[in-house]
């Protein structure tokens, strides 16, 4: 279940729209703010940057530091929820010791907040108002979207509860109908639970943790990790050994990877056309 092909359909209706706007003279916009020293995370965010250029938005990478204090991250994401010329906003993690992503995303505009952070667009996920999902939960809906994967009626398991993927995926998975139970350190023996599992999703940071003594045969299972080995490569939340089992299984990387970084340059469009 590769998602570069749905990546590549997103970006270029993103591109399409973005280039009606940009004649409009209202070019979408993206702020990534980042207070990390974390090289994955410089990554990525240089990956969200060169997306964003291809797809003819603006982006603006602004670092304040791995040492800033929370409150400067607070006031500089106030200044760029103000700011008319910026339409989608981006908190990169991990933040610096002791900063809390839950309380600055809190000082992001919802209607800008394109990747889901601030509790109140949780809130309204949550409660089915429009709000914009986290652009990695979104991205599981999206696949199995594309590959034809019912879910309604069916039963799913995520294991993970974060507020960046495990619980919002929870959510949007339950509006579509499936039952969802989710796992997390606390549950008792994970493979008994995970094993019941028609659709599988691993959303827990620990590097191949699931196992084919995790998965019914048949099962669908999306992996979002995306855990750095120290020889510089990326392996998911799932064994590799797991495709024997599995009836589909995205890989680590080019699975759900690009079309987050789609969704999310998707979202500072959708943005820009209500600001």
């Given at each position: 279940?590769?998602?570069?092909?749905?990546a590549g359909t997103l970006r270029t209706e993103t591109a399409d729209r973005a280039a009606e706007l940009a004649e409009r003279g209202a070019r979408p916009h993206l702020a990534v703010v980042t207070a990390t020293a974390d090289e994955s995370s410089a990554w990525y965010v240089r990956s969200i940057a060169r997306s964003a250029e291809k797809a003819g938005l603006g982006c603006s990478v602004v670092?304040?530091?791995p040492d800033?204090?929370?409150n400067a991250v607070r006031e500089r994401l106030r200044r760029l929820s103000a700011d008319r010329g910026v339409h989608g906003i981006i908190l990169q993690t991990p933040l610096p010791e002791g900063a809390r992503l839950e309380e600055l995303a809190s000082a992001i505009d919802p209607v800008k907040d394109v990747?889901?952070?601030n509790p109140l667009s949780l809130g309204r996920l949550a409660t089915g108002l429009p709000a914009?999902?986290?652009a990695t939960a979104e991205a599981v809906l999206a696949l199995l979207d594309h590959h034809r994967v019912e879910l309604a009626g069916r039963h799913a398991v995520v294991v993970g509860r974060s507020t960046v993927v495990g619980k919002p995926a929870a959510h949007l998975l339950l509006d579509r109908n499936a039952t969802v139970t989710v796992c997390h350190s606390r549950t008792a023996d994970l493979a008994a639970v995970t094993r019941t599992a028609d659709v599988l999703v691993a959303a827990v940071g620990r590097p191949r943790l699931i196992t084919p003594d995790h998965v019914r045969p048949g099962a669908v299972v999306i992996d979002v990790g995306t855990n750095p080995t120290p020889d510089g490569e990326l392996v998911?939340?799932?064994?590799?050994s797991v495709r024997h089992t599995a009836g589909a299984l995205t890989p680590v990387p080019g699975g759900v990877g690009p079309v987050t970084t789609a969704l999310l340059l998707q979202h500072t469009v959708r943005a820009a056309l209500t600001l």
């Amino acid at each position: 279940m590769r998602g570069r092909q749905l990546a590549g359909t997103l970006r270029t209706e993103t591109a399409d729209r973005a280039a009606e706007l940009a004649e409009r003279g209202a070019r979408p916009h993206l702020a990534v703010v980042t207070a990390t020293a974390d090289e994955s995370s410089a990554w990525y965010v240089r990956s969200i940057a060169r997306s964003a250029e291809k797809a003819g938005l603006g982006c603006s990478v602004v670092d304040l530091g791995p040492d800033a204090p929370a409150n400067a991250v607070r006031e500089r994401l106030r200044r760029l929820s103000a700011d008319r010329g910026v339409h989608g906003i981006i908190l990169q993690t991990p933040l610096p010791e002791g900063a809390r992503l839950e309380e600055l995303a809190s000082a992001i505009d919802p209607v800008k907040d394109v990747d889901g952070a601030n509790p109140l667009s949780l809130g309204r996920l949550a409660t089915g108002l429009p709000a914009f999902a986290p652009a990695t939960a979104e991205a599981v809906l999206a696949l199995l979207d594309h590959h034809r994967v019912e879910l309604a009626g069916r039963h799913a398991v995520v294991v993970g509860r974060s507020t960046v993927v495990g619980k919002p995926a929870a959510h949007l998975l339950l509006d579509r109908n499936a039952t969802v139970t989710v796992c997390h350190s606390r549950t008792a023996d994970l493979a008994a639970v995970t094993r019941t599992a028609d659709v599988l999703v691993a959303a827990v940071g620990r590097p191949r943790l699931i196992t084919p003594d995790h998965v019914r045969p048949g099962a669908v299972v999306i992996d979002v990790g995306t855990n750095p080995t120290p020889d510089g490569e990326l392996v998911g939340d799932v064994d590799p050994s797991v495709r024997h089992t599995a009836g589909a299984l995205t890989p680590v990387p080019g699975g759900v990877g690009p079309v987050t970084t789609a969704l999310l340059l998707q979202h500072t469009v959708r943005a820009a056309l209500t600001l």
